[in-house]
């Protein structure tokens, strides 16, 4: 029996993860504006007993072209903030992890939103800090367009430290500290006082600590500064990996960071993103596959192709054709040379590619009965890939229900999972150490 228990989370969408779920007979296609929805399905992972949920974000719509309805429908149509706090009055254990991003809010304003969600929960808010790297999103806040890669990355450093101090900025028990008598213990409140190049913070948090100090932190940075960040201030990383080699070694790359900040190996989940289609036998789970690749029409499989590209339009060259060579974006680094890996280690059309990273965009993806899925996390689990799995749903909510319903029962069969939570917080059941001061 294994001591260590994987950390399992429910990365959420509206019909799926796979780009063409929301036409799937089973997906209910406006499921990204329906509430129920969203409640249902932490409900879903709360009964699997996940340590998250997690809502995705960026502050535009997703598509130039709107015809193409691929990334679009996949979206959540909720700020991620608001429909958390929607759940968590819903739920009581799972936690509950928001995407909002360092390049278009405020230091004060975000720590303050994610003191509430924390405080709203009971202490199971996270926050996965991005630096969002899509235009359209620029084109939403600065007239100047996206900044460059490594000037999101300076702004997000000071960011994060802003808001680290700031939740830190206020004490247990700082308010009413004698039960109603004074209202506050001076000595129990922080100004923080902090200019940097990028942001000026002069105050004290308006809000009560929230019962898990600081809420949980999440990157999933994959370039050289962004997993730096990550080993420095995150609790949780996200990560995108095809091959067990490939997450064995962005593994092993976060983890030797971590010493340089004073940090142990265990302060930080690796978490990379696995896309399970389960089946009783493994002939209807590749059916189940097979289904969900022919609703992809070809021209929506290479738009999201090309968006993970350095090329805006991928239909100028022959879809039975290989990748052509082009220069590294300035989007996600680490997506375009995942893509460009691929087709090599596998020969792969255009179209062949197109197809095979629709379903997952490039997330591990494995099809199969509940054993073999449970084989196959195992197998990274054991070995130095990963410390748990950020769970991606092809179809909503029949993939997520089936994942608690066949594969979790297996994983705890093996003692690789929880059969209850070990506390009510976020930080209690990752397991992960209370904030030392900033
Ligand atoms: C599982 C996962 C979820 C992500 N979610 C978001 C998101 O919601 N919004 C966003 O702007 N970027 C998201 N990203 C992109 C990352 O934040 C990051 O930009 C990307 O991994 C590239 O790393 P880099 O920023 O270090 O170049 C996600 C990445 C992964 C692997």
């Known amino acids: 029996m294994s001591e260590r228990h994987m ?3 429910a990365f959420l969408m509206a019909g799926g993860h796979h780009i063409a779920a929301w036409r799937h007979p089973d997906a209910h296609a406006p499921a990204g504006s329906d509430i129920d929805h969203f409640i249902h399905l932490a409900r879903v992972a709360e009964r699997g007993k996940f340590d998250m949920i997690f809502i995705e974000d960026a502050a535009a719509i997703r ?9 679009a429908a996949r979206s959540t149509a909720f700020e991620p903030l608001s429909l958390l706090a929607a759940i968590a009055v819903n739920t009581s254990h799972v936690g509950l992890v928001a995407t909002a991003s360092t390049s278009y809010t405020e ?6 939103s994610f003191a509430a969600l924390d405080q709203l929960s009971g202490g199971r808010a996270g926050w996965n800090l991005v630096t969002s790297a899509s235009e359209l999103e620029a084109e939403n806040f600065a007239a100047s367009g996206l900044r460059p890669h490594s000037q999101r990355y300076e702004r997000a450093e000071e960011f994060a430290d802003a808001a680290l101090a700031l939740w830190d ?34 105050g004290i948090l308006e809000s009560q600590r929230s019962p898990q ?3 949980i932190m999440v990157q999933a940075g994959a370039s050289d500064v962004g997993k730096d960040l990550a080993a420095r201030t995150a609790n949780v990383v996200f990560a995108a990996s095809q091959t067990k080699a490939e997450a064995q070694a962005y593994y092993a790359d976060v983890k030797s960071r971590l010493g340089k900040y004073g940090r142990s190996h265990d302060d930080l989940k690796v978490m990379p993103g696995i896309s399970p289609i389960v089946g009783a036998t493994e002939e209807e789970a ?8 022919e609703l992809i029409p070809d021209a929506v499989g290479v738009a999201l192709l090309a968006s993970y590209l350095s090329i805006r339009d991928l239909s100028a060259y022959p879809l039975d054709g290989p990748l052509p060579d082009m220069p590294p974006t300035n989007l996600i680094q680490s997506r375009q040379q995942l893509i460009v890996d691929l087709g090599k280690r596998e020969v792969l059309s255009i179209r062949e590619l ?4 629709a379903g997952a965009r490039g997330h591990w993806q494995v099809a199969g009965t509940p054993a073999q899925i449970a084989d196959a996390m195992e197998d990274r689990f054991l070995d130095g890939a990963a410390d748990g799995f950020n769970v991606m749903a092809p179809l909503f909510p029949s993939g997520l229900e089936d994942f608690v319903t066949l594969v979790v029962p297996e994983l705890q069969r093996r003692g690789l999972f929880r059969e209850e939570y070990e506390g009510r917080t976020l930080r209690a059941n990752l ?6 001061k900033s």
């Open 431 to 436: 397991g992960v150490s209370p904030p030392a």
């Open 63 to 71: 598509e130039r072209n709107p015809d193409l309805a691929s990334q």
């Open 7 to 9: 950390k399992l989370g």
């Open 107 to 112: 230091p004060y304003g975000l720590a303050r």
């Open 169 to 202: 900025s206020v004490e247990e028990d700082a308010y009413f500290p004698d039960g109603g008598e004074t209202f506050a213990d001076r000595s129990k409140l922080h100004a923080v006082h902090r200019h940097g190049k990028h942001f000026s913070v002069d």
């Open 354 to 357: 197109a197809r095979h990273f």
């Open 213 to 215: 100090g600081r809420p």
């Open 286 to 293: 590749k059916a189940k596959y097979r289904a969900l690749q």
